[in-house]
């Protein structure tokens, strides 16, 4: 039997949300569970130091449930922990590995069955800052719903808790360890263990994927001029420049056009169908991967997906949301370049793809100038970084 209801009426929400449109009752029930999304002002805990430089602002946390050391390391812990699948042998960690960026190098990531999922692994870099968490399921804005996917979805499974839920209560709470950090994240519960525990612990460890020191970061807002090469620097140029036209989706802080924080804590979700398929001629995507049409029926959204940050994107191959083109270099040259990847298919351009896709040509020099100012992008004290790493691999 289940020890909390709520958290039992989020699952159920989470494990249909897929099959129902916007703003159905499912929906809408996982947004009143957790109140104060929206929040974020008020929300940071003042005790917590969140290490940003000065230029970096400071992500939105919701009111009920604002951050601590001790929850970040109580949600560290579960993040790597295998137990918390019905194998013993995946955890978060599985699909978000923190040498790749935090994602997995699969085309798509396997669950305990061995069945695939539909779509590739998204990096976890800066998460924080993101409207929403999937590639093109717009209900899912919150980290604490998010974690409930992979612990208990069906369709595919992942983790395959669904219905084990005691078991890991249990062994969670035969575990000194696991029963110290409970107690000290959660004081005004006494420390209980249940399912809005352990997501609130989750999501408050996720906050803390922060990466904003490499190469370029330094350059760019730090000052440092020789903080990257001069091919670099005209890969920049390139980058942001009219030709090419990347910048329009990918810039700001997060090199996404998806992004909140405590000032900017309701800008909205943004999708974009790049071309990357069009089956019929009149840009049909394969399924199950239609997009956010999923959710808002409307034909014009097919293959809308939304925008990835380009943070650490050398470490994330292979890329897009089916994970179907394995290099950068591809990515430039045989997609965005030929007006979306449908052209190398043998199929026409699609005629859904964003406006901004209209191909351009490239230079041999000139790639290899983009691919050096995207591999600046890399920061390895994120991917390499103790606080982040798995606390089960640490010698104490």
């Not at 990835?308 to 191959?317: D, E, F, H, Q």
């Amino acid at each position: 039997m289940w020890k909390d209801r709520a958290a039992l009426a989020l699952v159920l929400a989470i494990a249909f949300s897929c099959l129902v449109p916007l703003k159905t009752r499912a929906a809408e029930a996982t947004e009143v569970q957790f109140r104060g999304a929206d929040s974020g002002q008020r929300a940071s805990n003042a005790e917590f130091l969140w290490n940003l430089p000065t230029w970096a602002p400071r992500p939105v946390v919701p009111a009920d449930n604002p951050m601590s050391t001790a929850k970040v390391e109580l949600g560290r812990r579960l993040f790597y922990d295998r137990e918390m699948s019905a194998s013993g042998m995946m955890a978060c960690a599985t699909c978000h590995e923190q040498e790749k960026a935090f994602t997995d190098g699969k085309r798509v990531p396997v669950g305990i069955s061995g069945a695939p999922g539909p779509r590739n692994a998204m990096s976890l870099t800066n998460v924080a800052y993101l409207p929403v968490l999937t590639w093109a399921n717009p209900t899912l804005t919150r980290l604490e719903l998010q974690a409930l996917r992979p612990l208990f979805g069906l369709h595919p499974v992942e983790m395959g808790m669904n219905g084990r839920e005691d078991q890991i209560f249990a062994r969670l709470g035969a575990d000194p360890v696991y029963r110290q950090l409970f107690a000290a994240a959660f004081p005004k519960t006494r420390g209980a263990i249940n399912l809005t525990a352990i997501v609130r612990a989750l999501a408050a460890f996720e906050r803390t994927l922060l990466s904003f020191d490499s190469p370029y970061d330094r350059y760019k807002y730090g000052g440092d001029a020789n903080a990257i090469s001069d091919q670099a620097k005209r890969g920049e140029a390139l980058f942001f420049g009219e030709r090419l036209k990347c910048g329009a989706c990918h810039s700001g802080v997060n090199l996404t056009d998806n992004l909140v924080h405590v000032a900017r804590p309701r800008a909205p979700a943004v999708f974009h169908n790049t071309g990357l398929h069009n089956l019929d001629g009149k840009g049909a995507y394969p399924s199950p991967n239609h997009g956010i049409r999923e959710f808002t029926k409307l034909p014009a959204d097919e293959g809308r997906m939304r925008t990835p940050s380009l943070r650490n994107i050398a470490l994330t191959a292979p890329y897009m949301h089916d994970g179907s083109i394995a290099t950068l270099r591809d990515v430039v040259r045989l997609h965005y370049a030929q007006q979306g990847y449908a052209v190398e298919r043998g199929q026409e351009p699609s005629p859904l793809r964003n406006r901004l896709i209209g191909g351009f040509e490239i230079s041999e020099p000139e790639l290899q100038d983009l691919l050096a100012f995207l591999d600046a992008l890399t920061d390895t004290g994120f991917v390499t970084s103790p606080a982040l790493s798995d606390p089960y691999m640490q010698v104490n």
